[in-house]
């Protein structure tokens, strides 16, 4: 039915990539696929509580939720990631470690332009941030580094969930990840 | 073939847990079962760098096996975990986190005495803790709880590996969690 995958998403707070996993996990229960989303905010909770945003505390977070996705990947299960994961250097680790088991990692970047997601600003984090109510906010304070080459690149400023999601789908349809729709 | 539940060994340092852990995991793998080992070493490189070994900190650290483990087990996953976990309380909490998911839950006491297990020693460590080299170590200067009711009960400091492992594997086909041998 589906191979076992790490489905990485990566982009700015706001960008969308949480509203897309859950789009992309509700088609995929449908369809009966083994499916987990590890988001930043749940792996923050249940796996580094204690954890701040200093750019080496914000590199073990990622760690984390990539041996864990590997994990679950490597035992057939689609592992979904949605966290902002700002940085190149341990995105690119993250793919390293499931390469070592033959797990395939499709980054996807969900990509909105800082003005785009300012101007939504749906959790009202960028206005703090840029008050400086909030220290070390990505795409304000502290860096984000796109992706060089990811597998997918999603205009989440310009394009419905549902066109990113079945930009998504049949990339994956393609690689023979998952079944034809 | 089987489904997905935890294993979950607890019982003193060198009472066997990982021998027998391991034991298992070449006979699932055989059987061409899903299954991972989440010891504690491993976990502790890899989700749990910079916790120590205080009460809260080790619980923390029990907590998270017992959240990865079930994410393993609701995906069909056999998860085997073999950490000390000293502590009644947070392996309780671990199961009634697995049943929050309707995931079994198999506490296995590896029962080995104190006496035993210094005897063996096979790491060198009871004498370091025996001399007051390393603080807060199981057994020596740190509390064991050994489980009021667990599923199963293996005597390792009297019986052997093939012998302790037969014990679990019987009691795992009797539940229909594994098939018959």
């Known amino acids: ?74 035992n057939g299960v689609i592992a979904i990631t949605a966290a902002i994961s700002p940085y190149k250097s341990v995105r690119n680790e993250c793919r390293a470690m499931a390469a070592e088991n033959c797990v395939p990692f ?21 206005k703090k941030a840029l008050a400086g109510e909030i220290p070390q906010f990505t795409g304000v304070s502290d860096p984000y580094e796109p992706p060089d080459n990811p597998e997918i690149e999603v205009r989440t400023d310009r394009d419905s969930v549902e066109t990113s999601a079945n930009q998504i789908l049949a990339f994956l349809a393609d690689k023979g990840l998952i079944g034809a729709p």
């Open 106 to 126: 499709v980054e996807v970047f969900a990509n909105a332009s800082l003005e785009a997601v300012i101007e939504r600003d749906v959790k009202g984090l960028y």
């Open 1 to 74: 039915m589906h191979k076992g995958f790490v489905l990485w998403f990566t982009g700015l707070s706001g960008a969308g990539k949480s509203t897309l996993s859950e789009h992309l996990i509700r088609i995929f229960r449908e369809r009966g696929y083994r499916v987990e989303l590890l988001d930043g905010d749940e792996v923050r909770t249940n796996l580094s509580k204690g954890l701040g945003f200093s750019k080496e505390d914000r590199d073990t977070n990622i760690r984390r939720i990539g041996w864990v996705a590997r994990l679950l990947a490597r």
